[in-house]
């Protein structure tokens, strides 16, 4: 669409004015393209989040935590859709989108690559992995793009669920044997880098920041979210009795916040290419997951062409 | 792949929160007819008790105003200020009013 100057301005004081914007107003193209790549990032992130832990699903210890962990995986597929709806209203088709994410034209978040090799890693994912994607998400919920926002709103508020239950599990665990102690602290130990990398790569290396904070469309810079994520996370690891493995962790009375070591950028950079752990296997699942489906979408579509528009609803 | 996809309805989502409230638009989805709307508007968006009942419109049956918040459309009402109570002014003495 040709940008008329009165369009324009009239773009950025609704920004400026933390008013926000709708579907069908009028913005500049790259505001849009840069929407529907990170919705659609977010959306693949949450729809490819389901796997790692359902690992874990025929396998829980008790039926409560099966229960809770199935209740968990349904909130991952129903922010996923949020998310595909709220892309949608930038003319994009989610379709598009799913081919899109299994020909790997579009990047869902790094830390889904990595394995889930014993229960708890079901807990920390929801501590730390969670933990780290609340940090990220609640400023997102005052995005300037209304329909992103509002689904961010709905998805911090399950969000907190998510979070409390790895907790909860983890400390369920730690007040079990030895064993059942060492077996959280292994799934620490190799989900704390992952998961400060959530947040992308240092300020400096991040080249879109700038200007989605002048579009607010992101509120803070990669760096002091990850800062905010440590300082939260240390007196809870504290709390639970587990070691966070970085030698560098220390409390720096000047600037009240906890200093910590860099991470190893190289290797996200590495599970961003698609060398990751399970890479491959997340995508042929997904696709599997889709071809496998198939039937049950045609059979729906052929239902609808026989009953008509109302389906079996009277 | 997705194409018998591709050809669903789009469809807007209304829940009703509790009773006494009006339905509110939280979102949409697509489906094959509207049965299978309202099955999934279900699960998608009232997994927490959230509604006491739904609607599903297709998107394609909703006529909507022009994007435009400053629209002309609207300007009939910009300045009818006595259309407000706050426009009489009523000395502060006068009760119940």
Not at chain 1, 54 to 74: F, V
Not at chain 1, 197 to 215: Q, V
Not at chain 1, 245 to 271: I, K, Y
Not at chain 2, 20 to 49: E, F, I, P, Q
Request: with cysteine; glycine share 6%.
């Amino acid at each position: 669409m040709e940008a008329s100057a009165e369009a324009q301005s009239r773009f950025e004081a609704v920004v400026a004015n933390e008013q926000r914007v709708e579907p069908r107003d009028w913005m500049p193209d790259a505001y849009r393209a840069t929407l529907v790549r990170q919705i659609a990032q977010h959306a693949h992130s949450e729809i490819i989040g389901m796997q790692p832990e359902g690992n874990w699903l025929t396998r829980a210890p008790s039926l409560r935590r099966k229960a809770i962990l199935l209740a968990k995986a349904q909130d991952e597929a129903g922010h996923g859709l949020y998310l595909y709806a709220a892309a949608e209203t930038l003319g994009v088709d989610r379709a598009e989108l799913t081919e899109k994410l299994i020909d790997g034209r579009q990047k869902y978040s790094s830390i889904f690559n990595y394995p889930t090799l014993t229960f708890a890693d079901v807990g920390v994912i929801g501590w730390l992995v969670d933990g780290a994607a609340i940090c990220n998400q609640v400023p997102l919920c005052r995005c300037s793009y209304g329909p992103y926002a509002r689904a961010m709103v709905r998805i911090c508020k399950e969000e907190s669920f998510h979070q409390r239950q790895g907790y909860e599990l983890l400390m369920t665990l730690m007040a079990g044997t030895e064993g059942q102690r060492r077996m959280v602290q292994d799934a620490v130990d190799r989900w704390w880098w992952p998961s400060l990398m959530m947040f992308g790569p240092p300020d400096g290396a991040s080249p879109n920041s700038e200007r989605s904070m002048a579009w607010r469309i992101k509120r803070h810079s990669n760096d002091e979210l990850r800062q905010r994520f440590v300082d939260m996370t240390v007196p809870q690891a504290e709390i639970l009795g587990v070691t966070l493995p970085d030698p560098a962790l220390a409390w720096n009375e000047e600037r009240g916040s906890w200093d910590f070591g860099e991470p190893d950028w190289s290797e996200l950079m590495q599970v961003i290419k698609g060398q990751g752990p399970c890479n491959a296997q997340r995508i042929d699942r997904r696709r599997a997951a889709h071809e496998d489906g198939a039937w049950v979408r045609e059979a729906a579509s052929a239902y609808a062409a026989k009953h008509g528009r109302k389906g079996s609803a009277q | 792949m997705s194409g018998e996809r591709a050809s669903w309805p789009l469809y807007e989502v209304f829940v009703r929160p509790r009773r006494g409230l009006n339905h509110v638009h939280v979102g949409s989805l697509h489906a094959a007819d509207d049965r299978m709307a309202l099955l999934a508007a279900r699960d998608l968006y009232t997994r927490r008790n959230e509604g006491v009942s739904l609607w599903v419109v297709r998107s394609d049956a909703i006529t909507a105003s022009s994007p435009d918040e400053q629209d002309p459309f609207f300007a009939p009402s910009g300045d009818k200020v006595y259309r407000h109570p706050t426009f009489y002014p009523i000395p502060e003495d006068v009760p119940h009013i």
